[in-house]
């Protein structure tokens, strides 16, 4: 297998300008007033909500065949903190990236993951400390207790089952085998943390390891009973670094 390009680089072209580091070894952005617009975010957020998939990808789907069905899902959403603009990263059709390289006529450089809320810049072409800058700050934090509050999907507590039993009808035909990527999307929830309720970090922790375990996946599909299909919280991630 030939080795990838490295995920980090949006474009062939090295940037012009990049991040600073201060003394404390923390990555400070030069891109942040001019890329984070709270505002905007606000307004967008209004007319769609917090997106469960990237639009792109549904007006234009692109499914790639793979012979031996293995197939590695990254569900994240990375949101425009200029705009709003929610759309998926590189481990799948990079609308998040493409809607950075689009000619804007202001900048559109930051977005945060809407599951990990991890910031990238992609003029620095790194991983962005979201507490280098009280605006940065303020408006990821704003979204992350929006998304809290209006998610409709409970969050998975410690006494809920960690792991869902679907009963098929009948077992996958070779039609549907091909096409096993718009499937499995409808089956795998987006990652959730767990609630702790009390001194159950610990408890926590182990499950959500479980919960994105892929090789504990294929060991609970083969003790399966016929007819039923066994899924993780996690579904089958990527192992990779997650970036934009």
Known sequence: MSKKKHQGEPNDDDST???DENQNNVVECIHINKSVDLQKIKKSLIRTGFLKDCEECKNSPSVQEDNEMELEFDLSLWMCLKCGN??????RNKHAL???ETPHSDKHSLCV???????WCYDCDEEINMSCKKKLL???EFLRKRFESC???PYVNNSERSMEIIALPEPPSSASLNKPYAHLLGLLPRA??????????FFNSVMQCLGQTPYLLELLSESAEYGQHVILPGGLINPRIRIP
Request: some cysteine.
């Open 17 to 19: 300008e990049s991040c």
């Open 86 to 91: 929610q759309a998926c990263g590189r481990a």
């Open 98 to 100: 493409k809607h950075y």
């Open 113 to 119: 993951n809407t599951t990990l809320w991890n910031v």
């Open 138 to 140: 303020e408006a990821v």
């Open 151 to 153: 998610n409709n999907e």
């Open 192 to 201: 959730r943390g767990l609630t702790n309720l009390g001194n159950t970090c």
